[in-house]
């Protein structure tokens, strides 16, 4: 039976798209989760990805993240699907680009909804779409000094 949604505080809010940015300045989770804060919402899901020190086997000693001109307006087109699919109370998302460190912050997102299981399936879609659609690249650097360019 489909999931209806009769009480205000249940519907999608009319502009749920809080905080989008592509920055090349240190993310905060901290800022992200105020963005969405909507007191009808029950659920809060936040995902926030790191630079991690290995990758496919190689260690990796850091990346640079770069993006085409027209990222942040395919990351407002997948926000503004995200909250037509479901319904968000609040969104954000924000990426970094340029140089990063093991243990970065390189995207954090969060979606708001008035109940918890809405909100892990579209923080999910949220960041699966601005994987694969948003024009972000990534290259990478190895210990052993090798270089790799990925979603380029």
Known sequence: MAQTYDHPG??????????LAIR??????????AAVGD???????LF??????HDGGAGVTGLGYSSHPTAEAELRRVAEEVAAGFPVRALAAVHRVGDLSVGDLAVVVAVSCAHRAEAFEACRRLIDDLKHRVPIWKHQTFTDGTEEWVGA
């Open 10 to 19: 249940e519907r999608a809010a009319p502009d749920p798209i809080r905080l």
């Open 39 to 45: 007191a009808s919402a029950g659920g809060t899901a």
């Open 24 to 33: 090349d300045t240190p993310l905060s989770v901290d800022e992200v989760l």
């Open 48 to 53: 926030a990805g790191t630079v991690r020190d």
